[in-house]
């Protein structure tokens, strides 16, 4: 099984930034795009039912934007 995400998630630190805030800022980003989401939805099989509530969400999710 292949795994391709479109993006890639990365920061860069500043001179005068600490690690905390860049870990936060990384964490951000990873909710923010997906990924976790995604791993989860891989790494265990969705029965029919729960893939149909998925979707329905996605489709209500998107219609809110």
């Known amino acids: 099984m292949t795994f391709i995400w479109k993006i890639l998630t990365q920061v860069t630190v500043g001179e005068n930034e600490g690690i905390e805030s860049a870990l ?22 969705e029965t029919p039912i729960e893939k149909y509530k998925r979707k329905l969400q996605q489709r209500r999710k998107a219609r809110r934007r």
């Open 24 to 45: 936060r800022r990384f964490k951000r980003q990873v909710s923010k795009s997906g990924i976790f989401a995604d791993l989860k939805r891989l790494r265990h099989h």
